[in-house]
């Protein structure tokens, strides 16, 4: 096993400074897989659940993504518990369901986020969330009405700063006349760049890019051959490598691993000190 593999530190990576103020170290977690099967329910061992969420801060992460939605209500309890509220930069989310047959359903009625930011702090125990972002947009609502409510609740107080996640380029432009935009959060990795264009629109803004399923579950197609060749060269598994790369592809990028297993959690902050060649990271661009 290579040195960077040793002492995980999500601190290697660098910071990214989130609304131009709130500073943190560009490796984060995802804390979707906390939850029962199927992004349902509580997990079977909700201590182990707790001690993951709280050894990812041990590891230097100090910016933890959730959403109303992840259980529902289970991934924001089980953060609370674990005492990471305290420690960490805590991003949560309101606009999408998620109900019992395992249906993902748009909901961005203003009415309903106002109410689901009550929701969230009080699951979190906060008097205001750090980062709280817009899920999806609703077909069946006005993207803008959806937009204005986020900021009202950025003005009133309950938020920090507003994030959006899974938009286009023109949706964004859209939001930032309402309200300022610190982060997108759409899916994006070495294996799948469709959002490129939205990438380069947070990177011209100096917003953050949060991209979601960062590994592709471990499915990254083309661009497994390449993954696999500078994974050996590093001493590296082909996930560390892809996490890697988003870090090296982009400044703006702060990416989420989420898991609920303690050895993976080592693993994937461990990624935080890869280094890789100009020429690696070229590579890897180009095989996809």
Known sequence: MSDFLDVPDAADTGTFDLGGETTVNRLG???MRLCG?????????EETAREVARQAVDYGVNFVDTADSYGPGVSE???RESGVVDDAVVATKAGLL???G????????????????????????VDTIDLYQFH????????????AA???LKDEGHVDHVGLSNVTVDQLDEAREQVDVATVQNQYNVANR?????????????????PWFPMAGGDLGDAAAALDDVAAETDATPRQVALAWLLHHSDVTVPIPGTSSPEHLAENVAAASLSLTDEQVARLTDAA
């Open 29 to 31: 977690f995802g804390a």
């Open 102 to 125: 395992g249906e993902w359903l748009p909901h961005g009625d203003p009415d309903y986020v106002r109410n689901q930011v009550l929701v969230s702090k009080d699951r979190l125990g």
């Open 194 to 210: 469709e959002d490129e264009a939205v990438l380069q629109a947070c990177e011209d803004a100096g917003i953050g890019f949060i």
């Open 77 to 79: 309890r089980l953060l």
């Open 37 to 45: 099967d199927d992004v349902i329910g509580a997990p079977d061992d």
């Open 98 to 100: 998620r109900e019992s």
């Open 136 to 147: 999806r947009p609703d077909p069946e609502t006005p993207f803008a009405d959806s937009v």
């Open 150 to 152: 986020f900021a009202e």
